[in-house]
């Protein structure tokens, strides 16, 4: 036996989840080029101001999305952990 509503709604939760690995990967691409600028003259790979001004832009647009600000606070976080993670990297490689 089947349930077709089911179905419907993994198919969209499915595209919803592509859209979201697209959307990270195009993130990050932009992100390692800001790495590569930052390691390039000699900016630090993390920036704490730029930080919270991204976590309370995220809180904001939670907010009127509907979406708990704290789930996405810490969604941000971990993005932001492994952006600083690439720069890290992306500056210990330059010569």
Do not use: C, W, Y
């Not at 195009?26 to 976590?55: N, S, W, Y």
């Not at 009127?64 to 720069?87: P, Q, W």
Request: a negative charge.
């Amino acid at each position: 036996m089947t349930d077709e509503t089911l179905a419907e709604l993994r198919r969209s939760i499915d595209n919803i989840d592509a859209a979201l690995i697209f959307l990270l990967a195009e993130r990050f691409a932009t992100t390692k080029k800001v790495g590569r600028h930052k390691a390039a003259v000699g900016l630090p790979p993390a920036d704490p101001e730029r930080e919270a001004e991204q976590i309370a832009r995220f809180r904001s647009l939670a907010q009127t999305a509907g979406l708990d600000t704290e789930f996405s606070e810490k969604f941000l976080r971990f993005v932001v952990d492994e952006v600083i993670h690439h720069h890290v990297k992306i500056a210990s490689d330059q010569p």
